[in-house]
């Protein structure tokens, strides 16, 4: 299971048509959509559980190709990511662009100077982070 969650305005057009989307790619990598929307005042967080079996390569590397494409889709479209598996933080971390991941690793050079706390963790490393 690796949970991808893109958060939007809470509208009900939102919600159709990031769920279209997401559908088209699960679907074109034989995974099934399974998801719910969490709405609030102001956003709405589309919470798609992408399951596969984890024990069969195959699959693992059809999950991860498909994961890929709802990054690169959805970033196309302008939606942000919350959260997301591990695996893909540094990939996320570069959708935010460059001026976010300099703050973000100059607080962690100040309160972390060793990279001893979770390196890697939302794509924050001081060992393979090269400012822009």
């Not at 709802?70 to 939606?79: Q, S």
């Not at 695996?87 to 990279?115: C, M, T, W």
Request: hydrophobic share 35%; net charge neutral; glycine share 6%.
């Amino acid at each position: 299971s690796m949970w991808f969650a893109p958060v939007s305005e809470a509208r009900g057009s939102e919600c159709e048509k990031q769920a279209r989307l997401a559908k088209r790619i699960l679907h074109k990598h034989g995974l099934d959509y399974v998801a719910e929307f969490i709405v609030g005042p102001r956003d709405m967080h589309h919470v798609i559980d992408v399951l596969f079996d984890r024990t069969d390569a195959e699959e693992t590397k059809r999950a991860d190709a498909c994961f890929n494409e709802l990054l690169d889709e959805f970033e196309k479209e302008g939606y942000a990511v919350y959260r997301v598996n591990t695996r893909f933080q540094q990939r996320v971390a570069q959708s935010y662009g460059s001026v976010k991941r300099d703050v973000e690793h100059a607080i962690k050079r100040a309160l972390d100077p060793n990279n001893i706390l979770a390196p890697g963790r939302s794509g924050i490393d001081l060992d393979t982070y090269k400012k822009s």
